[in-house]
């Protein structure tokens, strides 16, 4: 059985500090879930085998276990290099693990604003693809901009008749 416990014990190494907790869970599903090098690979269900997660009651809302425990997760900083593009959709699998049956269209991982100092961190991001969802807001998107970080963002079209 893996255990998720072992990443809130902690050690000698440093961790990325985040003042947003959605920003973060971006960051996460780039290095757990695509690139696999921040470990161990978190899945709901084998966590639900520890820790009594009530599906039925957070059907459409965030598991607050589950979100307890990646507010609690540490990202070592030695992992930051590795983040320089983040793919943002619904269907992400940080997504599904905090909330399994929902389908990512609500605002629930919205990202108001990005502070300097968690940006700071990512020096090689340069790229974020939010044309399957439109998480942050336009606070946000022109700060990331303004940075230097090209921002895609989700286009709507309504078609006319």
Known sequence: MISFFKNMLGGQEDYLEFDNFNFKLMIIQELMYEQEVLTPKFDVYEYAKQVPVDFEATYDVVAPEVKDYFEAFKIPKRLA???KKLYLDGGNDIYLQLMPYGDGEGDEFDVVVVSERELNQFKKLTVIDAQ?????????????????????????EVKKN
């Open 132 to 156: 399957s969802v439109n998480y942050f807001s336009p606070k946000a998107t022109a700060y990331l901009r303004s940075q230097g970080i090209t921002v895609t963002e989700y286009q709507h």
């Open 81 to 83: 290099k590795y983040v």
